[in-house]
């Protein structure tokens, strides 16, 4: 993908293009965003399954770890992995991407998983950061859309309040 695709991507679509199209364009398994709520991360919208994890406390999991060090993480083997929790039982590698605010604080996070090990190299994180900075220049207007969207991917219960 070139390096305009995404903007404009996002431009015309907003997150759930975004997302469809790397997902698409890499043929990855499954992508999602959660939402940092206090001291949780919500599932907020995925594409390519039901991902069980959906409310994962920051410092627990990858995606806890990547909100709490407030930096990309990748793993190339799931099943080296001491803090992974597992959503699918093919994911052999993930990448976990903050979205962050003005003030480095965690606003929520992009997570990509695949079934093949070592999926993710330098492209594939520097395209992932890439939509992360733009949902983050975006945030004030996307958050409140994520939850309701058709993709939506926590019930009311889990909703925002
Ligand atoms: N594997 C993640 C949980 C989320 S699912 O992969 C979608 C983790 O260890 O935090």
Redesign the pocket.
Known sequence: MNSKALPETFMRGGAEALLASLKEARGYD?I?I?VKKGDYLE?AL?LGGT???RK?RVG???????AKARQTVV?QD?EQ?P??????PD?RS?L?VPILGPGQEVLGEI?V?DDQMGRFGLEEREELEQAASLLSQDWEKIKPNLFSNSYGAASPAEGPK
């Open positions: 499954w999602g959660y599932l995925e991902a069980s994890h994962i627990e999991g990858i995606c806890g770890m990547a793993v799931v992995e803090n992974y929790l597992a959503c699918f994911t993930e976990v997570d998983d």
